[in-house]
Nanobody, 113 residues
Framework: QVHLVESGGGLVQPGGSLRLSCVASGIIFGDKDMGWYRQAPGKQRELVATMSSGGATNYADSVKGRFTVSRDKAKNTVYLQMNSLNPEDTAVYYC???????WGQGTQVTVSS
């Protein structure tokens, strides 16, 4: 059974940073393509960043240069480092095993002064 558990969300002021974590069980992250998504109130869920099993990364234009996805194979964890946050980044953030229906439960990120 695959389980993905996100953590690290919270309330942060504009310009601040947060690092989200997604810990997997039942799979080996290093062998899989992973993605981070977000869903803001009243909006559709959107892809934020991906990391392939080979380590290649891709980002939505709205977060390029501010967000960084990384992976710690020893901890079976994928991270999303988010810098220069702005209110438009407010959303529930989810990690997903790409090419599957496995999602985490989400973690809330709120950017507000």
């Amino acid at each position: 059974q695959v389980h993905l558990v996100e953590s690290g969300g919270g309330l942060v002021q504009p310009g601040g940073s947060l690092r989200l974590s997604c810990v997997a069980s039942g799979i080996i992250f290093g062998d899989k393509d992973m993605g981070w998504y977000r869903q803001a109130p009243g909006k559709q869920r959107e892809l934020v960043a991906t990391m392939s099993s080979g380590g290649a990364t891709n980002y939505a234009d709205s977060v390029k240069g501010r967000f960084t996805v990384s992976r710690d194979k020893a901890k079976n964890t994928v991270y999303l480092q988010m810098n220069s946050l702005n209110p438009e980044d407010t959303a529930v953030y989810y990690c997903k095993l790409l090419n599957s229906n496995y999602w985490g439960q989400g973690t809330q990120v709120t950017v507000s002064s």
